[in-house]
């Protein structure tokens, strides 16, 4: 079974600039996250989407990051304009209940460097 | 909002040792899990604790829940230099909250 995928896995850009991120999920997840992992953390979630509505949004920069998932699958996360301290990897999961509860799998992220 | 402590932050050990690592809060959790993620890569589940004071073993590691299911801990037995990485604990409330990490390092 394919994994999550994200594109691109780097990404360096200077302040100001725009950039966006791609994930497509585990077939069949209807539930998709969006982490923020600032180096030296653990994952901060941003946004979570069940189908294609926004669940739970509540710590996204709204001012300046932006996400959707149009078709209840794949997703886009961006960054408009980049500050230094958004420096970080972002990773995508996407989840299933089971009878023990929610289980999320992730992807393998994106780093990005902001200059 | 609910945090999650995590101690050590990193640990040096030689293979064949054994460690433990801890995961606070003042929080109740629903239920608490355990990450491993290895540079570049996602966070990959361990196990997933539900019941206050459960136990679960998986070969080599063993995770508690706390009787309040505010805490829980991994340990390790005779670690190996696979067993390095960066691990993760994470509480169910009404989203999934991650530690800080605590990163280890197994040398041969």
Request: proline share 4%; aromatic share 10%.
């Amino acid at each position: 079974e394919a994994g999550v995928a994200q594109s691109p896995r780097y990404k360096i850009i200077e302040k100001r600039q725009s950039v966006a991120f791609w994930c497509n999920p585990i077939s069949g997840h209807a539930t998709l996250y969006w982490y923020q992992q600032i180096l030296g953390q653990g994952p901060k979630l941003l946004i979570q989407f069940q189908n294609n509505g926004v669940v739970d949004d509540s710590q996204l920069p709204k001012d300046r990051f932006s996400a959707e998932r149009l078709k209840g699958v794949d997703s886009t996360l961006k960054i408009q304009p980049a500050k230094l301290e958004d420096s970080a990897v972002y990773l995508c999961a996407s989840s299933f209940r089971t009878s023990g509860g929610e289980r999320q799998f992730f992807g393998p992220g994106t780093r990005l460097t902001v200059l | 909002t609910q945090l999650l402590e995590q101690s050590p932050q990193f640990l040096s050990i030689q293979e064949g040792e054994n460690l433990t690592v801890y995961c606070n809060s003042s929080s109740v959790f629903s239920s608490l899990q355990w990450y491993r993620q290895e540079p570049g890569e996602g966070p990959v589940l361990l196990v997933t604790v539900v019941t206050g004071g459960e136990v679960k073993k998986l070969k080599r590691l063993t995770f508690q829940f706390g009787d309040a299911r505010k805490d829980s801990s991994l340990h390790i037995t005779a670690a190996q230099t696979g067993d390095t990485g960066l691990y993760l604990c994470a509480g169910y409330g009404n989203k999934l909250v991650f530690g800080a990490g605590t990163i280890l390092r197994v040398k041969s």
